[in-house]
């Protein structure tokens, strides 16, 4: 089996492949790698019980400003154009209405303000009352007596339909299975740990922990949580730290029509609890996420299990790092957000404190009717700047321009993918001194923009 490539691509997850697919079909690279150290591609942040299942265009996620929901639209944008292009329809990508919902005559007047100041960034965004979510979503009227609609003035803004349910873990296949179509040269190397990346005279062997090594002429990491890791022990990113935050969900009979989300508290840097059908489990009602530190990289049932030695090892315990942690939860607010959301991960206590706050969405809800979502949510990397000791929100990248270059894409890196591949794509093929078709890739998945120049 070849082992030099032009690219080598860190990571099999939906940002890792998007870039594969990206590469393989818009630009002249002879060769391009996927290393990925599970059994199978996107097992990680990318599986379909890791995310929201959502392509999030800042519609209806409520931290968003309107200037960013106009990049963010792009970006999401692409992913469903590729996936309607390719007829994924109710298999990979699904239909369902979406709304974000006001609670109260304070969330009312917040979401009136909001969905006349994003119908700019979307015109056919639609405006609902009380009655008429009653009709799309009852179970969001109907109060705790299971009888009676409850008291408060509820409004939303969204869609009655749209192409918003997405499985990340099958569209990262697609993309794969596509890019090796396009290019028998092409590889993907699983159960491929890369424990050490090392310069040579064309560029970098990745070494795995197996000791099997393959080497490229440029390397690309999108490894989650492990790519300041990597960036690290080469000496890049030390001013950075990570700040691992785990989710989880809780799921319940089949309530809700499609996705529900709730105004966010923005002083919390993560998001507030949403409803919606969960694609991998019969579209029962998927209530979360939850929101927790914790010093894995990986999830696994519970916050406290699965912990070992060398886990610990490769999480980061910069005193900055409790710095920033220390200062976010001296806020009240956030305190009692922390210490809530710790509970939630409790037996028998964390399914009836949770049941509280999901009844903000769902008020009938009752204890009966909902169970921990065991093996659901997944670790993000929220990276901090040590050097300014505070977090920083969303995505992340360390540019060497040096033939490497170290990606770290928390939630909504998946509805980026293919924007953020866009990007990566320039710089290496520009590194690489080989030519890489922009417009065709515009003219397939973003018309509008190509249209706009």
Same mark, same amino acid.
């Given at each position: 089996?070849? &082992? ?10 939906? *940002?890792? =492949? ?24 996107? +097992?990680? *942040?990318? =599986?379909?019980?890791?995310? *929201? /299942? ?9 931290? $968003? ?46 979401? &009136? +303000? ?29 109060? @705790? ?7 408060? =003035? ?30 028998? +040269? ?19 062997? !990745? ?9 490229? #002429?440029?390397? !690309? ?5 492990? %790519?300041?890791? !990597?960036?690290?022990?080469?000496? $890049? ?67 406290? %299990? ?6 610990? @090892? ?46 903000? !969405? ?9 169970? $921990? ?12 700047? @040590? ?14 321009? #040096? ?15 293919? /924007? =953020? ?33």
């Amino acid at each position: 089996m070849e &082992k030099h490539f032009d690219v080598a691509i860190i990571g099999g997850g939906v *940002s890792g =492949n998007a870039l594969f697919w990206t590469l393989s079909q818009y630009a002249n690279i002879g060769s391009i790698a996927i290393v990925e150290k599970c059994n199978r591609l996107a +097992k990680v *942040s990318s =599986n379909v019980k890791a995310n *929201s /299942q959502t392509i999030h265009d800042g519609s209806i996620e409520t931290n $968003y400003t309107a200037e960013k929901a106009k990049k963010v639209r792009l970006s999401a944008k692409k992913v469903e154009t590729y996936a309607l292009k390719h007829n994924l329809q109710n298999k990979i990508i699904f239909q369902m209405q979406k709304m974000a919902i006001g609670v109260g005559e304070r969330e009312c007047e917040f979401m &009136k +303000k909001r969905h006349s100041e994003f119908l700019e960034v979307f015109p056919d965004m639609q405006w609902f009352e009380k009655g008429q979510i009653k009709e799309l979503e009852p179970k969001i009227i109907l109060g @705790r007596d299971g009888i009676n609609d409850r008291p408060e =003035n509820i409004v939303g803004s969204g869609y009655k339909q749209a192409w918003c349910g997405m499985n990340f873990e099958l569209l990262s296949e697609d993309f794969a299975a596509r890019a090796l179509e396009n290019n028998p +040269k092409n590889k993907v190397f699983l159960n491929f740990w890369v424990k050490e990346i090392r310069r040579n005279d064309d560029g970098y062997y !990745l070494i795995s922990r197996s000791g099997e090594a393959i080497s490229a #002429k440029f390397v !690309l990491v999108n490894a989650g949580s492990y %790519s300041l890791i !990597l960036a690290q022990s080469m000496g $890049y990113g030390m001013n950075l730290g990570c700040l691992p935050m785990a989710g989880s969900f809780y799921f319940a009979p089949t309530l809700l029509k499609g996705k529900v989300y709730m105004v966010q508290n923005p002083k919390l840097p993560f998001a507030a609890l949403h409803g919606d059908p969960d694609i991998n489990a019969n579209f029962r009602t998927r209530i979360g996420p939850t929101a927790i530190a914790m010093p894995k990289l990986e999830r696994k049932k519970h916050w406290y %299990s699965g912990l070992s030695l060398s886990e610990l @090892r490769q999480v980061d315990f910069h005193r900055e790092v409790f710095g920033v942690l220390f200062d976010l939860i001296m806020d009240s607010e956030i305190r009692a957000y922390a210490i809530r959301n710790m509970i939630f991960e409790l037996p028998y206590f964390g399914k009836r404190l949770f049941l509280k706050d999901a009844r903000k !969405l769902i008020p009938s809800l009752n204890l009966e009717d909902i169970q $921990y979502a065991e093996g659901y949510g997944e670790v993000r990397p929220q990276v901090i700047d @040590r050097t300014a000791k505070k977090l920083e929100l969303g995505e992340k990248k360390i540019i060497t321009n #040096k033939g490497i270059t170290f990606n770290m894409t928390p939630s909504p890196g998946a509805t980026s993918c293919l /924007q =953020n591949a866009l990007v990566d794509a320039q710089e290496i093929t520009a590194y690489l001194g080989v030519k890489f078709d922009k417009e065709r890739f515009l003219a397939d998945l973003s018309p509008e923009e190509l249209e706009s120049k």
